[in-house]
């Protein structure tokens, strides 16, 4: 069975930071293609960033561009997105989703794919919250 659980949320002030952690579990990172995405209240999903199986390049929207990061750990099987400055507007629930490697070395180039192909395993997601 295939899991990706999500920790890390939490309430944080503005400029304020936290790390999410995108635990998997059925499938390896070696092998899959890991993105965050987002839902605010009342508003469409919204693509954060990814990171290649085969680099670990990483590739984030402009959104977040500068104050987030994605790194992973093979050993731990294990997704990070690391969030700083937070904003009022970064408020959402975080979700991670993986996809069988698509064997792009570029993470711009595999969000590319992303965008139009869609994932195949998807996290519970995970509340962050930012008081102003």
């Known amino acids: 069975e295939v899991r990706l659980v999500e920790s890390g949320g939490g309430l944080v002030q503005a400029g304020g930071s936290l790390r999410l952690s995108c635990a998997l579990s059925g499938v390896t990172l070696a092998d899959y293609d890991v993105a965050w995405f987002r839902r605010a209240p009342e508003k469409e999903r919204e693509g954060v960033g990814c990171?290649?199986?085969?680099?670990?390049?990483?590739y984030l929207t402009d959104s977040v561009k500068g104050r987030f990061a994605i790194s992973s750990d093979s050993a731990k099987n294990t997704v990070y997105l690391e969030m700083n400055s937070l904003k009022p507007e970064d408020m959402a629930v975080y979700y991670c989703?993986?996809?069988?490697?698509?064997?792009?070395?570029?993470?711009?180039?595999?969000?590319?794919?992303?965008?139009?192909?869609?994932?195949?395993?998807w996290g519970q997601g995970t509340q962050v919250t930012v008081s102003s």
């Open positions: 990171i290649s199986s085969r680099t670990g390049d990483t």
């Open positions: 989703a993986a996809v069988r490697g698509y064997a792009v070395d570029a993470a711009e180039d595999l969000w590319t794919l992303i965008s139009s192909l869609g994932m195949d395993y």
